[in-house]
């Protein structure tokens, strides 16, 4: 059974940095697909970045180039390093996770989710 948790969310100010990071369990080590989404209020879901087993990275277009998402096998860890950060990232951040099956990560669909935690960007 697959089990994530969230954490490190917070406020901070438009063009900083922050990480938040997603403690995984049960997932099976050779064969997944991890992805951050994001709901922003009065807005779909949608995701944010994904990794696989293989190390493929994918990327939403709003995040690209100031996002990096990764993945500490040793720890568990699942983290998502957000850089140049904008008043429209403000959102409640969810970390997923699903076995690898077949086709990218980005079309997977997702069974198991953590909680959620806040990011607000605001001056």
């Known amino acids: 059974q697959i089990q994530l948790s969230e954490s490190g969310g917070g406020s901070v100010q438009p063009g900083g940095s922050l990480t938040i990071s997603c403690a995984v369990s049960?997932?099976?080590?050779?064969?997944?697909?991890m992805g951050w989404f994001r709901q922003a209020p009065d807005k779909e879901r949608e995701g944010v970045a994904y990794?696989?087993?293989?190390?493929?990275?994918n990327y939403a277009d709003s995040v690209k180039g100031r996002f990096t998402i990764s993945l500490d096998t040793a720890k568990n860890t699942l983290s998502l390093q957000m850089n140049s950060l904008k008043p429209e990232d403000t959102a409640i951040y969810y970390c997923a996770a699903e076995p690898r099956v077949r086709g990218a990560c980005y079309a997977a669909v997702y069974n198991n989710w953590g909680q959620g935690t806040r990011v607000t960007v605001s001056s």
């Open positions: 049960g997932y099976p080590k050779h064969m997944y697909c």
């Open positions: 990794i696989d087993d293989y190390g493929t990275l």
